[in-house]
């Protein structure tokens, strides 16, 4: 069964230091979902891709975090610089565009 | 920010038990999910209820969403405990974009 993998499963940074996640969803989805998970709460959405195109970014820190889909398949989060404030589980989904969305195993974010 | 609100936050139950988990949430939806998560991995989607339904059924799952009430409830039927795990509705206001909830944390104990 197609699964949506997500790298690295586990990152330790410093603050102030530079750190990206990457995403490759199921193959045919158009629709990407980047959440963040703090723990012990239910995920927020930082940004939403239809195909290469931003659909929603309002919940992104733009100052900090970016997110590029670029051929419209895998895709990039990235936060420069982080914080302590970041350290949470980063999650990533797919779906065809409508109903239900297939998540990732997350990268788990701590920063010291 | 977070729409919809579980009630418990915590339950814990005999394995052979029954779980209700409930959610209300403020705004008008096009559907409502459910999720689970397993400690430190990602979530699953277990059923999806639309707007214009009332209830629904997968297997020990039902769901019922009461719109008038703004409110959704999952109940396990016969828990085991592979049921362990924390549960999370989430409503899909339009566009495709969920608002979760802060979920449940479901402990099934043999």
């Known amino acids: 069964e197609a699964e949506v993998a997500q790298s690295p499963r586990y990152k330790i940074t410093e603050k102030s230091q530079a750190v990206a996640f990457w995403c490759d969803p199921i193959?045919?989805?158009?629709?990407l979902y980047w959440y963040r998970q703090i723990l012990g709460q239910g995920p927020e959405l930082l940004v939403q891709?239809?195909?290469?195109?931003?659909?929603?970014d309002s919940q992104l820190p733009k100052d900090r975090f970016s997110a590029e889909r670029l051929k419209g398949v895998d895709s990039t989060l990235k936060i420069q610089p982080a914080e302590l404030g970041d350290s949470a589980m980063y999650l990533c989904?797919?779906?065809?565009?409508?109903?239900?969305?297939?998540f990732g195993p997350g990268t788990r974010l701590t920063v010291t | 920010s977070q729409q919809g609100e579980e009630d418990p936050q915590a339950l814990s139950i005999q394995e052979g038990e029954n779980a209700t988990m409930n959610c209300s949430y403020k705004t008008s939806i096009n559907n409502l999910q459910w999720y689970r998560q397993n400690s430190g991995r990602g979530l699953v989607h277990l059923i999806l209820?639309?707007?214009?339904?009332r209830e629904k059924h997968s297997g020990r799952l039902r769901v019922t969403l009461d719109t008038s009430k703004k409110s959704s409830s999952l109940l396990i039927t016969a828990s085991r405990a592979a049921d362990t795990a924390s549960y999370f509705c989430a409503t899909d206001n339009a566009g495709n974009m969920l608002t979760f909830g802060g979920g449940t944390r479901l402990m099934v104990k043999p």
């Open positions: 891709f239809q195909d290469e195109s931003v659909v929603d």
């Open positions: 989904a797919s779906s065809k565009g409508t109903d239900e969305q297939y």
């Open positions: 209820i639309r707007s214009n339904e």
């Open positions: 193959s045919g989805h158009a629709t």
